[in-house]
């Protein structure tokens, strides 16, 4: 099958340029034809002064790209479009290429951007739902967004005319959430339930399971407020110097955060910066634990799938949808956000069990193999796609059985 896939990337790297990758990948070694439609917000910084002063226009509806994606549909005639990320260059004009060719949409929702301009339902170092209990127009008054009341009014405004136009009902065909917790949330902020599955992420290849104990606690992930990096700080203070943290990543908070431990003379903690993924899975595999103190509504962290795939328990909040990826007591565990006392104390018992620790890991390891291996979201992505052509009357079919999709007969000549 001939599948158009799009992503706009962000100025700096993230974890929804790597999902967007393994699932190219993953759709190319099970002989699909990929074509990819490809932006990035690296093009603002090459505008001139006064293309900059057209980007909310542009952010709400992008001509070019609605000329180039109709363009690369003609040429390419795919049967089907997965939209990865819109925002800010590509923008929901590629909807209206699509719909306008008649080729279904599935869309991935990585983050909370439709819900909430500032797309992590996070302000002032904890959550915040005011958006998503009353309007777009509470964000502007906070500027959450990169702390501007101008540029969260931009966002906001594009936000506010697709709801007006209905563009979120009327031009997507299938949403992909990446958890249940996300999936309602989205109910909430009024996505279409019955077109709104669940489907998480993946890693590929295996890195497979640890060997040992683990030699220290590990913290993987960007250097900024939502992630809690000063609870993680403030709970090692507790800690004295018996039980070492590795903290692997970078970010804005990476100067205070490490002034901090040299100031408080906090011996175990030590910063590694940023690795390479491979480099990462090294370290990963020598680590007792993983320690995740998000602030935020994580949407799915690829650290917590790494994490599981290599045999290692997590120690993470009790927050939003990675208490669903973390099963407290039988995965890891959970401590309450932003209480570095209850962190320091669920770290002291991990560490202090190292039984129950690996037994854990072998339960982390197990919940890897059945639901977060390349296989099993290959199955899940072509049961979406599958449900999605058969509703456009294509001739493929599709039942939803059990949560899950059984394919029917004429799955294999049109869809696999």
């Given at each position: 099958m001939k599948i158009l896939l799009v992503h706009n990337t962000y100025q700096q790297p993230g974890g929804e340029d790597v999902v967007f990758d393994q699932e190219r990948q993953l759709l190319e070694r099970a002989g699909h034809h990929v074509v990819t439609y490809h932006r990035s917000n690296r093009e603002i910084g090459?505008?001139?002064?006064?293309?900059?002063?057209?980007?909310?226009?542009?952010?709400?509806?992008?001509?070019?790209?609605?000329?180039?994606?109709?363009?690369?549909?003609?040429?390419?005639?795919?049967r089907l479009v997965h939209v990865h990320n819109t925002f800010m260059m590509v923008s929901p004009s590629v909807y209206a290429a699509c719909r306008h060719a008649g080729v279904p949409v599935v869309?991935?929702?990585?983050?909370?951007?439709?819900?909430?301009?500032?797309?992590?339902?996070?302000r002032n170092g904890g959550v915040c739902e005011e958006c998503l209990q009353h309007s777009l127009w509470r964000g502007v008054r906070h500027g959450c967004y990169r702390g501007s009341h101008i540029e969260t009014a931009g966002v906001a405004l594009m936000l506010e005319v697709h709801r007006v136009l209905r563009t979120w009902q009327k031009m997507v065909d299938c949403y992909i959430a990446l958890t249940e917790f996300s999936r309602r949330k989205f109910i909430a902020a009024g996505l279409p339930e019955d077109r709104l599955l669940t489907k998480p992420n993946f890693i590929h290849p295996d890195p497979g399971e640890r060997m040992g104990s683990g030699k220290y606690a590990l913290f993987v992930g960007r250097l900024s407020p939502?992630?809690?990096?000063?609870?993680?700080?403030?709970?090692?203070?507790?800690?004295?110097?018996?039980?070492?943290?590795?903290?692997?990543?970078?970010?804005?908070e990476r100067p205070a955060l490490e002034a901090q431990v040299t100031e408080r003379r906090l011996c175990n903690i030590s910063f590694q910066g940023r690795l390479t993924r491979s480099?990462?899975?090294?370290?990963?595999?020598?680590?007792k634990f993983l320690v995740l103190p998000s602030q935020c509504y994580e949407n799915f962290p690829m650290s917590i799938v790494e994490a599981s795939a290599s045999g290692i328990p997590v120690v993470c909040s009790r927050l939003g949808a990675i208490?669903?990826?973390?099963?407290?007591?039988?995965?890891?565990?959970?401590?309450?956000?932003?209480?570095?006392?209850?962190?320091?104390?669920?770290?002291?018992?991990?560490?202090?069990?190292?039984?129950?620790?690996?037994?854990?890991?072998?339960?982390?390891?197990?919940?890897?193999?059945?639901k977060y291996t390349a296989e099993r979201n290959y199955e899940m992505l072509m049961g979406i796609y599958a449900k999605v052509i058969a509703a456009?009357?294509?001739?493929?079919?599709?039942?939803?059985?059990?949560?899950?999709?059984?394919?029917r007969s004429g799955v294999d000549a049109e869809v696999k």
């Open positions: 090459e505008a001139s002064a006064l293309s900059r002063l057209g980007l909310a226009k542009h952010m709400i509806w992008a001509t070019d790209t609605r000329q180039q994606v109709a363009k690369l549909i003609h040429q390419e005639k795919p869309q991935t929702l990585h983050n909370y951007r439709l819900a909430c301009p500032e797309a992590r339902f996070y939502e992630k809690g990096l000063r609870t993680l700080v403030a709970a090692w203070e507790r800690i004295g110097c018996r039980i070492p943290v590795l903290i692997i990543g970078d970010g804005p480099q990462t899975l090294v370290a990963m595999k020598d680590a208490q669903e990826l973390v099963t407290d007591g039988r995965t890891g565990l959970h401590f309450t956000p932003g209480d570095s006392e209850d962190l320091a104390a669920k770290v002291e018992w991990a560490w202090t069990h190292p039984r129950e620790m690996e037994e854990m890991g072998r339960e982390a390891r197990a919940e890897y193999e059945a456009r009357g294509q001739g493929v079919f599709a039942e939803v059985r059990d949560g899950g999709f059984d394919l």
